[in-house]
């Protein structure tokens, strides 16, 4: 398909990012346990891969209505499963791999087939009392039709031989949703080890005892197999009372959604792989991906073995508001700047907290994206709402996988009295803002929340986000407004600090851009730095390369998709992206212009991708305060020397390392935090 702007395909950079991930996992100097969970953040990572990004283009190549861009979109089809193929075969060997080094360490994962008798005696016992009674198996054949197949789930595809020399085919789910995927078991004699089994080899090792009461068994194999299905939800636009309703409706076609990808045993017998197939009812356009006798290794994020010897040395978080003096006391003395995971995610949690508590507390106002299965975030708002403040929730009902969490929210703070408000028609609401007023001296003064990421005190243990915490009354005046935006949006608002998408984003990074082509063009300093977790957006992209023709000097980092194409002469000359992934996940966006040497630097909600710009509702705030400012610059700055993690985008994105140049090593996280605690010491 023909575009006037040259672009690397987003869905190729995704899974360029994704080896990124997997290069962790083949680092034989990352802690054990680590490359053990990022083979689960690998696994994990395509599953979504497929439910979204693959699906679009899977239906794009079915439905397209010229021959142009159906034969574009199949050939994409074509090079992301050569592609997926080609990550599958490292991600085995890198699996097995670690496999043997978790041995080196006195961990190890066994087969059913190496059990010595005092193991089998344990896997049979637990069989019998905890797994037999959760298993559900089916037979299948060519009448039947199959039953609903749950994606988030792993099942047996199992060859029964009879006694009489038929075959019967069964499926059966593996409940590893009700209990533990890893199962430890008695070590060998006198060994000082932990030695763990998987579900499915404890079923395989007792795998006739399933059917001994039914048929008359001779022989039984299972063999492993998963699908993902389209994640696209069906919603109508507009937002009304039914929006919870018409919510759980599309969840509920979520699940019977067409499947687009099958993982399977490679050793599965032709003829029971294209039954499934056709029960399945999959089709030309969807991927069948054979692999080892395991899947489903998101699991393995959640793998028991926590010795503190085998993970990453824990950094504990840095102080934030001292105890003695209220946080509203504080922030009039001066705004807050916080990192996380290196400050304590609490600066966040007790700010709430004191909203809720604080007598002179009018109101509270806050954005909910995502937030933690157990959240102190949502305890404040209705201990608020108990203490007789008027508080408002916008809860994002359509932020994606989290939307039956957030339907759970939604009903418990609509019933403990908060004023829920389901997102803005059209658009998502993606903005992460906190509103409160006090009633100070006669008038209402705001104290206001803006940052990079979601109000999740799990997640903020791991993503690097910014948040500002500040009394400036013009900025919290805009906050405040920005709600009532939410709200009711009718009418288009106007502000004087924030810049928000949909409506003015793309021109005000546009035009800053276009300043900076300016100053090039006549001689001046020019530069551009700037860091998302996507940069996808074609017209952003085009104003990019033209600013690398003008002679900006262009430095991004961008952790996972990129479709602007680097390194390449008289198209990207000027401009150098690198990617980070390390112990965490790289998250924040900055965005910082030259601007003539009076340095303009944004914090935002927003990646360069049209859905940011164009179909959501985000907010981008100034940094004005010279001491955050060089905080900010600096942990840019030690991102862009990072010469341990960092990997360079090139024109193919290869993910090659970055050449240490005879500089000292440095590796930005662990650099980051001595900085920061350096400056809380001082």
């Given at each position: 398909m023909s575009n006037a702007v040259p672009l690397f395909p987003k869905e190729l950079s995704w899974l360029s990012f994704n080896e990124r991930v997997l290069q962790e996992v083949e680092d034989g100097s990352v802690p054990i346990i680590e490359r053990v969970h990022f083979l689960g953040i690998f696994s994990n990572n395509l599953d979504e891969f497929f439910r979204v990004h693959v699906a679009a283009v899977r239906r794009l190549a079915a439905f397209s209505d010229s021959g142009e861009k159906k034969e574009y979109f199949g050939k994409l089809l074509q090079s992301i499963n050569e592609r997926i193929i080609r990550l599958q075969k490292r991600y085995s060997a890198a699996y097995s791999q670690v496999l043997k080094d978790l041995g080196k360490h006195d961990i190890h994962v066994v087969r059913e087939t190496t059990l010595n008798p005092r193991q089998r005696k344990f896997v049979e016992s637990y069989f019998h009392r905890e797994v037999l009674p959760e298993l559900e198996p089916f037979f299948i054949d060519g009448r039947k039709p199959m039953p609903l197949i749950n994606e988030t789930s792993i099942y047996f595809a199992i060859a029964l031989e009879l006694d009489d020399d038929s075959e019967r085919y069964v499926a059966m789910e593996i409940p590893t949703s009700t209990l533990p995927r890893f199962v430890e078991i008695p070590p060998r004699e006198g060994k000082r080890e932990k030695v763990y089994i998987v579900i499915d080899n404890i079923i395989r090792a007792c795998l006739k005892e399933i059917f001994r009461q039914v048929v008359s068994i001779s022989k039984?194999?299972?063999?492993?197999?998963?699908?993902?299905?389209?994640?696209?939800?069906?919603?109508?636009?507009?937002?009304?009372?039914?929006?919870?309703?018409?919510?759980?409706?599309?969840?509920?076609?979520?699940?019977?959604?067409?499947?687009?990808?099958?993982?399977?045993?490679?050793?599965?017998?032709?003829?029971?792989?294209?039954?499934?197939?056709?029960?399945?009812?999959?089709?030309?356009?969807?991927?069948?991906?054979?692999?080892?006798?395991?899947?489903?290794?998101?699991?393995?994020?959640?793998?028991?073995?926590?010795?503190?010897?085998?993970?990453?040395?824990?950094?504990?978080?840095?102080?934030?508001?001292?105890?003695?003096?209220?946080?509203?006391?504080?922030?009039?003395?001066?705004?807050?700047?916080?990192?996380?995971?290196?400050?304590?995610?609490?600066?966040?949690?007790?700010?709430?907290?004191?909203?809720?508590?604080?007598?002179?507390?009018?109101?509270?106002?806050?954005?909910?994206?995502?937030?933690?299965?157990?959240?102190?975030?949502?305890?404040?708002?209705?201990?608020?709402?108990?203490?007789?403040?008027?508080?408002t929730a916008v809860v994002e009902l359509r932020a994606r996988f989290d939307e039956k969490a957030n339907i759970h929210w939604s009903h418990e703070l609509s019933e403990a009295g908060v004023n829920v408000v389901y997102g803005v028609p059209e658009l998502k609401v993606h903005c992460k803002l906190i509103s409160v007023v006090r009633r100070e001296n006669g008038r209402d003064r705001f104290y206001s929340h803006l940052g990079t990421g979601n109000f999740n005190e799990n997640t903020a243990k791991v993503y690097c986000d910014f948040s500002l915490l500040t009394n400036n009354q013009e900025m919290g005046r805009d906050v405040y407004n920005a709600f009532d935006f939410m709200q009711a949006p009718r009418k288009r608002p106007t502000f004087k600090h924030i810049i928000t998408s949909p409506f003015v984003y793309r021109n005000a990074i546009t035009d800053a851009i276009d300043q900076e082509i300016k100053a090039a063009q006549s001689g001046q300093n020019a530069e551009l730095f700037f860091k998302c977790n996507s940069l996808v957006d074609s017209r952003i992209i085009e104003q990019l390369y033209r600013a690398s023709a003008a002679g900006v000097k262009i430095r991004m980092i961008v952790r996972g998709m990129c479709s602007l194409i680097c390194e390449t002469p008289g198209l990207s000359d000027n401009i150098r992206i690198i990617s980070l992934v390390d112990k965490f996940l790289e998250h924040a966006r900055v965005y910082i212009f030259h601007n003539g040497g009076d340095e303009l630097m944004w914090l935002s909600s927003a990646d360069l991708m049209k859905r940011n710009l164009d179909q959501r509702v985000e907010v981008t705030f100034p940094i004005h305060n010279l001491e955050h400012q060089a905080t900010i610059r600096k942990i840019m700055e030690l991102q862009w020397s990072d010469n341990q993690k960092a990997r360079l985008l090139d024109a193919k994105q290869t993910n090659s390392q970055l050449a240490n140049d005879g500089r000292k090593g440095c590796r930005s996280q662990d650099a980051i935090y001595r900085f920061l605690k350096q400056r809380a010491a001082d």
């Amino acid at each position: 398909m023909s575009n006037a702007v040259p672009l690397f395909p987003k869905e190729l950079s995704w899974l360029s990012f994704n080896e990124r991930v997997l290069q962790e996992v083949e680092d034989g100097s990352v802690p054990i346990i680590e490359r053990v969970h990022f083979l689960g953040i690998f696994s994990n990572n395509l599953d979504e891969f497929f439910r979204v990004h693959v699906a679009a283009v899977r239906r794009l190549a079915a439905f397209s209505d010229s021959g142009e861009k159906k034969e574009y979109f199949g050939k994409l089809l074509q090079s992301i499963n050569e592609r997926i193929i080609r990550l599958q075969k490292r991600y085995s060997a890198a699996y097995s791999q670690v496999l043997k080094d978790l041995g080196k360490h006195d961990i190890h994962v066994v087969r059913e087939t190496t059990l010595n008798p005092r193991q089998r005696k344990f896997v049979e016992s637990y069989f019998h009392r905890e797994v037999l009674p959760e298993l559900e198996p089916f037979f299948i054949d060519g009448r039947k039709p199959m039953p609903l197949i749950n994606e988030t789930s792993i099942y047996f595809a199992i060859a029964l031989e009879l006694d009489d020399d038929s075959e019967r085919y069964v499926a059966m789910e593996i409940p590893t949703s009700t209990l533990p995927r890893f199962v430890e078991i008695p070590p060998r004699e006198g060994k000082r080890e932990k030695v763990y089994i998987v579900i499915d080899n404890i079923i395989r090792a007792c795998l006739k005892e399933i059917f001994r009461q039914v048929v008359s068994i001779s022989k039984a194999s299972a063999y492993m197999f998963k699908i993902s299905r389209d994640a696209e939800l069906e919603l109508s636009e507009e937002i009304t009372q039914n929006t919870l309703d018409r919510m759980e409706r599309s969840l509920k076609k979520r699940k019977r959604a067409d499947p687009v990808r099958m993982a399977y045993d490679g050793d599965i017998p032709r003829v029971l792989l294209d039954l499934i197939k056709k029960k399945l009812k999959m089709g030309r356009y969807d991927t069948y991906i054979p692999g080892g006798r395991y899947h489903n290794s998101k699991d393995f994020m959640k793998f028991p073995g926590e010795s503190s010897r085998h993970r990453y040395k824990r950094l504990p978080p840095l102080p934030v508001l001292p105890k003695d003096e209220s946080v509203f006391s504080q922030l009039c003395k001066e705004d807050k700047l916080y990192y996380y995971p290196y400050y304590d995610f609490r600066a966040i949690t007790n700010f709430l907290a004191s909203a809720a508590l604080d007598p002179v507390v009018r109101e509270i106002r806050i954005n909910l994206y995502r937030v933690a299965k157990n959240s102190r975030v949502v305890a404040a708002l209705i201990n608020a709402v108990r203490n007789n403040k008027k508080v408002t929730a916008v809860v994002e009902l359509r932020a994606r996988f989290d939307e039956k969490a957030n339907i759970h929210w939604s009903h418990e703070l609509s019933e403990a009295g908060v004023n829920v408000v389901y997102g803005v028609p059209e658009l998502k609401v993606h903005c992460k803002l906190i509103s409160v007023v006090r009633r100070e001296n006669g008038r209402d003064r705001f104290y206001s929340h803006l940052g990079t990421g979601n109000f999740n005190e799990n997640t903020a243990k791991v993503y690097c986000d910014f948040s500002l915490l500040t009394n400036n009354q013009e900025m919290g005046r805009d906050v405040y407004n920005a709600f009532d935006f939410m709200q009711a949006p009718r009418k288009r608002p106007t502000f004087k600090h924030i810049i928000t998408s949909p409506f003015v984003y793309r021109n005000a990074i546009t035009d800053a851009i276009d300043q900076e082509i300016k100053a090039a063009q006549s001689g001046q300093n020019a530069e551009l730095f700037f860091k998302c977790n996507s940069l996808v957006d074609s017209r952003i992209i085009e104003q990019l390369y033209r600013a690398s023709a003008a002679g900006v000097k262009i430095r991004m980092i961008v952790r996972g998709m990129c479709s602007l194409i680097c390194e390449t002469p008289g198209l990207s000359d000027n401009i150098r992206i690198i990617s980070l992934v390390d112990k965490f996940l790289e998250h924040a966006r900055v965005y910082i212009f030259h601007n003539g040497g009076d340095e303009l630097m944004w914090l935002s909600s927003a990646d360069l991708m049209k859905r940011n710009l164009d179909q959501r509702v985000e907010v981008t705030f100034p940094i004005h305060n010279l001491e955050h400012q060089a905080t900010i610059r600096k942990i840019m700055e030690l991102q862009w020397s990072d010469n341990q993690k960092a990997r360079l985008l090139d024109a193919k994105q290869t993910n090659s390392q970055l050449a240490n140049d005879g500089r000292k090593g440095c590796r930005s996280q662990d650099a980051i935090y001595r900085f920061l605690k350096q400056r809380a010491a001082d």
